[in-house]
């Protein structure tokens, strides 16, 4: 079964760190990986992640794929309270031919003022 | 450009009743993919449609139905309600065209609650 782990489970910081968020996975020839931002409802769109080794650049956030090592990351540098929230990793299975995507548990990011 | 619209937002229903959502796509996007979020299963695939048709499915019982109409609107149907349908209904609309992956963009959700 296609299975997705995320880590840390949850994590606390201030104002200003850096954090690394981890996802790992046990789906291979995936199409795509994808990373969302959960705050009240609606997951936000972060990253579409296809080609291993090519980092995507949004402002503070940025993330990259290791295919032969199965995992992504995904960075944030000079957090702020806004980071605060639930952090998704998605994948999308072989043979799926639309958008059925697999979900990791999320990280739960707190970030203290 | 407008988002993801889910109806409605907030619904209570009661054991064996039966519950109806509707999502809206992003303008032009043909698939629709429906997701149950629970505190303690996560966020879990339960369909997608594609122009009117259901192209992939998840593994839920068969009293979880949805379907598609050719404005790319979809509603999903939960009959026989449980306790355990109780979530957070979320739907998810994309380009959707087969041959490369599409960002899917989700919708604000519909918490049901069943009693």
């Known amino acids: 079964e296609d299975k997705v782990v995320q880590s840390p489970l949850s994590l606390v910081v201030h104002e200003g760190d850096t954090v690394t968020l981890n996802c790992s996975y046990e789906?291979?020839?995936?199409?795509?990986l994808l990373w969302y931002k959960q705050e009240k409802k609606a997951p936000t769109f972060l990253f579409m992640l296809?080609?291993?080794?090519i980092e995507k650049k949004s402002g503070r956030l940025s993330s990259i794929l290791d295919k032969k090592e199965l995992f992504s990351i995904l960075n944030i540098t000079a957090t702020q309270t806004g980071d605060s929230a639930v952090y998704l990793c998605?994948?999308?299975?072989?043979?799926?031919?639309?958008?059925?995507?697999?979900f990791g548990a999320g990280t739960i990011l707190r970030v203290k003022s | 450009k407008a988002g993801v619209t889910q109806t409605p937002r907030y619904l209570i229903k009661t054991r064996g009743q039966q519950v109806t959502l509707s999502c809206s796509p992003i303008?032009?996007?043909?698939?629709v993919s429906w997701y149950q979020q629970t505190p303690g299963q996560g966020l879990q695939f339960l369909f997608e449609?594609?122009?009117?048709?259901?192209?992939n499915k998840g593994n839920f019982p068969g009293r979880f139905s949805g379907r598609q109409f050719s404005n790319s609107r979809s509603e999903m149907n939960v009959s026989t309600l449980e306790l355990g349908d109780s979530a957070l209904y979320l739907c998810?609309?994309?380009?959707?065209?087969?041959?490369?992956?599409?960002?899917?963009?989700f919708g604000p959700g519909t918490r049901l609650t069943v009693t």
């Open positions: 449609y594609f122009s009117e048709t259901q192209r």
């Open positions: 296809t080609s291993s080794g």
């Open positions: 998810a609309s994309s380009l959707g065209t087969s041959g490369a992956p599409y960002e899917q963009y």
């Open positions: 998605a994948v999308e299975p072989p043979g799926s031919y639309g958008n059925k995507l697999v």
């Open positions: 789906v291979t020839n995936f199409r795509s």
């Open positions: 303008s032009g996007h043909r698939s």
